[in-house]
């Protein structure tokens, strides 16, 4: 099955920087890849997707880009602001065998003011 | 418009016995789908219901089971419960045509205890 991995699993930066977060899946099959922002306590919720048919997306200060040779995602936010501060989880999934999301393991993410 | 809804929020259990958590999913959708997300983890799959069947499932045992009623809305049910299972359970759902392809939207899970 699908096995999506995440990098880093904690990322700190100061306001106003940008942070770069980096996933990789195995399925070749995989044609969906959304990310989901989670804060304290709180539902994920889908900030951004790209499907295999594109190679970036961009909403703001988010984009993400996608590698399908190299099988690897990234989520990338510009002007960071306290507010970004969350859990981002990346996810994939794929058009055979069981069709659901695999997630990654997450990264926590820190803007200091 | 209610998003997805689910209860309890949260509740403790012990070794052994059975809990039920029940999901409402946002309106309009048709499709619920579970997962568990244990503590520092990202939420790992446990089954998918479309038309009151179970559709796809993920690496969960048997003591997992689950129900989906006519008004789209589901249980999630566990048997034998074991320190292990303590996480919080999400459920999450999708609007018709969607079910395989489509954003999920997520509630605010129920966190269960197991002592």
């Known amino acids: 099955g699908e096995n999506v991995e995440q990098h880093p699993s904690t990322l700190s930066v100061q306001e106003g920087d940008s942070a770069v977060i980096k996933c990789t899946y195995s399925d070749s099959a995989s044609n969906y890849f959304p990310w989901y922002k989670q804060e304290l306590g709180k539902r994920p919720q889908l900030i951004i997707d790209i499907r295999s048919n594109v190679g970036e997306k961009k909403d703001q200060r988010i984009a993400v880009t996608l590698n399908k040779t190299a099988k690897h995602f990234s989520l990338h936010i510009t002007e960071t602001q306290p507010e970004d501060s969350a859990v981002y989880f990346c996810a994939a999934r794929s058009q055979t065998g069981r069709r659901a999301l695999t997630f990654g393991s997450g990264t926590r993410l820190q803007v200091q003011p | 418009d209610a998003g997805v809804t689910q209860s309890p929020t949260h509740l403790i259990k012990t070794r052994g016995q059975q809990v039920t958590l029940r999901c409402s999913p946002k309106?309009?959708?048709?499709?619920v789908s579970w997962y568990q997300q244990a503590l520092g983890q990202g939420p790992q799959f446990i089954f998918q219901?479309?038309?009151?069947?179970?559709?796809q499932r993920g690496n969960f045992p048997d003591r997992f089971s689950g129900h989906q009623f006519p008004n789209y809305s589901s249980e999630l049910n566990v048997n034998a419960l074991l320190l292990g299972d303590s996480a919080l359970y999400l459920c999450?759902?999708?609007?018709?045509?969607?079910?395989?392809?489509?954003?999920?939207?997520f509630g605010e899970g129920s966190r269960l205890t197991v002592l």
């Open positions: 219901y479309y038309e009151e069947e179970e559709r």
């Open positions: 309106s309009g959708h048709d499709t």
């Open positions: 999450a759902s999708s609007p018709p045509g969607q079910g395989i392809t489509g954003e999920l939207f």
